[in-house]
């Protein structure tokens, strides 16, 4: 693996996010240790201040993926949630702004709510979150005592599962499509159970095939003395399509932003409409990530390409 300062092609880092720090601060810290060498770098989807876990990390304009990447996985979280008690930022940051009592729950009842969200899930954003409003996200317009309500946004439940619970506390796994807000599935659920609630603690188990348990902790990240030079990730490790080569024409062709031929190229790989693969050249080195259109290999996106 190449020196952080000599790295000039995308790569992504899993980094454990703690709790009581920001996402946006993590990745400058991540930024200033990787030198001024390394551009572009930001995350995969902020994680609020309070929660912990999963945050990918990418430079060098592997954030490019980020929408894909999304699009591709469901994110799976563990989180905490404290019954009887609604705040108006849906966690434990926010002001209570109502209380109510909190009746007996036994266990099939708890699985009963919970398995009614598994499936197409309408949720509408909360107050404090980035979902944007005429440019500017909600939570600018809340702190300035404007609240906003968007319409609901079709999300997924693709698994949902009870952890453990008591009359005041209820802990649950679940995994679901980008963009859910675990805030507002808990407050749903809480009103499913006869009650409100906020939550406590929210990690982030995994992005995919990205998973907390392979993050790089504080004393692991760029600029730490355990930091392993190895632990960068490629945007194929991450994202796990079929890769093909392109050489001659085919490679002039496809680095100028082309469409190239699919049976002008050589592969193994049996590719059908509507396919994502990455796409290098004959040494290897990435050039982007394409999609198959019309038995064409058409760029979603490409990277400067400089021949060796």
């Not at 060098?60 to 929408?67: P, W």
């Not at 590719?271 to 259109?293: N, R």
């Amino acid at each position: 693996m190449e020196r952080v300062s000599t790295i000039n092609r995308p790569f992504i880092l899993n980094i454990y996010k703690p709790p009581g720090i920001g996402s946006t601060q993590v990745v400058g810290k991540i930024k200033r240790a990787l030198g001024k060498s390394i551009k572009k770098v930001g995350h995969f989807g902020t994680l609020d201040p309070f929660a912990e876990g999963v945050l990918l990390i990418g430079a060098n304009g592997a954030c490019r993926l980020n929408d894909y990447l999304h699009e591709r996985y469901p994110k799976t979280y563990l989180a905490t949630g404290k019954l009887g008690q609604k705040t108006n930022t849906g966690d434990l940051e926010g002001e209570v702004i109502e209380e109510k009592p909190t009746p007996e729950i036994d266990l099939a009842k708890a699985e009963e709510v919970l398995k009614s969200f598994i499936g197409e899930y309408w949720q509408v954003p909360p107050s404090f979150s980035a979902t944007k409003h005429q440019g500017k996200a909600l939570y600018q317009w809340a702190r300035e005592g404007v609240q906003v309500k968007k319409d609901a946004v079709k999300r997924e439940i693709q698994s949902i599962e009870l952890v453990e619970w008591s009359s005041e506390f209820f802990k649950f796994r679940v995994t679901a499509t980008t963009g859910t807000y675990i805030r507002t599935l808990f407050e749903d659920i809480s009103e499913r159970l006869g009650s409100t609630g906020h939550l406590i603690a929210l990690k982030r188990e995994a992005i995919g095939p990205m998973s907390f348990e392979k993050s790089l902790h504080d004393e692991q990240w760029p600029g730490a003395e355990n930091f392993n030079h190895d632990s960068f990730l490629t945007l194929q490790e991450c994202f796990d399509v079929p890769e093909i080569k392109v050489s001659g024409n085919e490679l002039k062709l496809y680095s100028h932003g082309n469409p190239v031929d699919l049976s002008r190229i050589t592969h193994s790989e049996k590719l059908s409409e509507g396919d994502m693969l990455w796409v290098s050249d004959s040494e290897g080195v990435l050039l982007g990530l394409a999609s198959v259109e019309a038995q064409m290999v058409t760029s979603c996106f490409n990277f400067p390409y400089t021949p060796r």
